[in-house]
């Protein structure tokens, strides 16, 4: 089993809908979490960054992190075509917080 | 501001090979983490690089290795290719725990 596991999708939504996603993963030590974008063979661009459990809201982006459930979740609101990419969950521990750990990726279609 | 870059943007190897790949991080950033993405995965944590040393070390053989220069950049080289190292390697820098990534460096392997 994935230390980290994340839906590949693709999630196709319409525009102007609001796009769900989510990572599950098994190791408790997980302290640090980070969604990351990433556009068709370019690098990933960091969207938001949260420490432990709770919301974190940055313009049309809620990042939450559920620690007793090992569960975090993204959440776009107003989709724009320009959104269609794949989205990345990372995350690492205190004692190896250098070293990210990547779900698979969920690719997301918005289409007009 | 620059952000972080990479050279070169692709390379063509041979099974055999050796291959070098290079990073430049972001202006103020001192660490420098080094990922390979094989296709429809996610990025997969190869080493990390502070003030000169490697500091972290993720699941790979020994024919990975890299180097850190005192003005941050940093080099990942690979020996003995394998058609399996064919992938997008990212470099990573960071002056905390939110690491910015450069576009890449597309390694084929035939």
């Known amino acids: 089993q994935k230390e980290v596991e994340q839906d590949p999708g693709p999630l196709s939504v319409p525009e102007g809908a609001i796009v769900s996603l989510n990572c599950t993963y098994s190791?408790?030590?997980?302290?640090?979490f980070m969604w990351y974008r990433q556009y068709s063979r370019k690098g990933p661009e960091l969207l938001m960054y949260?420490?432990?459990?709770g919301n974190k809201e940055d313009g049309r982006f809620t990042a939450q992190v559920d620690k007793s459930s090992k569960y975090i979740s993204l959440f776009i609101r107003d989709s724009q075509p320009s959104d269609s990419a794949t989205y990345l969950c990372?995350?690492?521990?205190?004692?190896?917080?250098?070293?990210?750990?990547f779900g698979a990726g969920t690719q997301v279609v918005v289409t007009p | 501001d620059a952000g972080v870059t990479q050279s070169p943007t692709h390379l063509i190897k041979t099974r055999g090979q050796q291959v070098t790949l290079r990073c430049s991080p972001k202006?103020?950033?001192?660490?420098v983490s080094w990922y390979q993405q094989a296709l429809g995965q996610g990025p997969q944590f190869i080493f990390q690089?502070?003030?000169?040393?490697?500091?972290q070390r993720g699941n790979f053989p020994d024919r990975f290795s890299g180097h850190q220069f005192p003005n941050y950049s940093s080099e990942l080289n690979v020996n003995a290719l394998l058609l399996g190292d064919s992938a997008l390697y990212l470099c990573?820098?960071?002056?905390?725990?939110?690491?910015?990534f450069g576009p890449g460096t597309r390694l084929t392997v035939l």
């Open positions: 690089y502070y003030e000169e040393e490697e500091r």
């Open positions: 949260t420490y432990s459990s």
């Open positions: 202006s103020g950033h001192d660490t």
């Open positions: 990573a820098s960071s002056s905390s725990n939110e690491q910015f």
């Open positions: 190791n408790s030590a997980f302290q640090y």
């Open positions: 990372a995350m690492s521990s205190t004692d190896s917080w250098g070293k990210l750990q």
